[in-house]
């Protein structure tokens, strides 16, 4: 299984940006999706997942500016960012957590980052 991140790139404060990140490969299933961020100093952290439309996460930071969605059909998960601030700037990884055909375990497979920037 692999992910295609992409989406990232500069932009203004208050402005917005949407990532996709696909997930390609044969023989499996997609439980949860989301995307990570890390800032240059900070740690890791959660910014949203989705398991189905009505089941969805977000850090406090984000909520009300970001929705994140998926298209089964595409195996993508989607994150649509407004209102960015500079604080957003991060690089942002997509995840997956994936189970193959006639297995129970689930294994999270990662995308490369994508580095979004926003000026202030």
């Known amino acids: 299984v692999q992910l295609q991140a992409s989406g990232g790139g500069l932009v203004q404060a208050g402005g917005s940006l949407r990532l996709s990140c696909a997930a390609s490969?044969?023989?499996?299933?997609?439980?949860?999706m989301g995307w990570y961020r890390q800032a240059p100093g900070k740690q890791r952290e959660l910014v949203a997942r989705?398991?189905?439309?009505?089941?969805?996460a977000y850090v406090d930071s984000v909520k009300g500016r970001f929705t994140i969605s998926r298209d089964n059909a595409k195996n993508t998960v989607y994150l649509q960012m407004n209102s960015l601030k500079p604080e957003d700037t991060a690089v942002y990884f997509c995840?997956?957590?994936?189970?193959?055909?006639?297995?129970?375990?689930?294994?999270?497979?990662w995308g490369q980052g994508t580095l979004v920037t926003v000026s202030s």
């Open positions: 995840y997956a957590g994936v189970t193959k055909v006639g297995s129970y375990a689930v294994t999270v497979y």
């Open positions: 490969g044969s023989g499996f299933s997609i439980n949860t």
């Open positions: 989705i398991i189905s439309t009505t089941n969805t």
